[in-house]
């Protein structure tokens, strides 16, 4: 089973930008951020496919935010643009080797998880 650690997160203004890590034990085959704030349901956020690179965005956060993989670190970063207090949520990253589509792989989260990191977008 692979073991997730992420980080960076925090407090940042409206406008604002994050960077997000997250660094699996292994190799996995799709990896992706998921975000859920209080009293809200689980959203996959954008996911990524380790072999040929196929990314899956929300609609939510098309055009700001950007996932990207570091294949020798075993690592995914999501980076965050033009930050909305909507956006103000606990960010978890799981990742899996099957061989499941980045769009299945957001919409389900399946494999192993991380223990998730907060952000919060507050003026």
């Known amino acids: 089973q692979l073991q997730i650690v992420e980080s960076g997160g925090g407090l940042v203004q409206p406008g604002g930008s994050l960077r997000l890590s997250c660094t699996a034990s292994?190799?996995?085959?799709?990896i992706g951020w998921f975000r859920q704030a209080p009293g809200e349901e689980r959203e996959g956020v954008s996911c990524?496919?380790?072999?040929?690179?196929?990314?899956y965005y929300a609609d939510s956060v098309k055009g700001r935010f950007t996932i990207s993989r570091d294949d020798a670190k075993n690592t995914v970063y999501l980076q965050m643009n033009s930050l909305k207090p909507e956006d103000t949520a606990v960010y978890h990253c799981?990742?899996?080797?099957?061989?499941?589509?980045?769009?299945?792989?957001?919409?389900?989260?399946?494999?192993?998880w991380g223990q998730g990191t907060q952000v919060t977008v507050s003026s």
């Open positions: 990524i496919t380790r072999r040929d690179g196929i990314t």
């Open positions: 799981a990742a899996t080797r099957g061989q499941w589509s980045a769009q299945a792989m957001c919409q389900n989260g399946f494999g192993s």
């Open positions: 292994d190799s996995y085959y799709v």
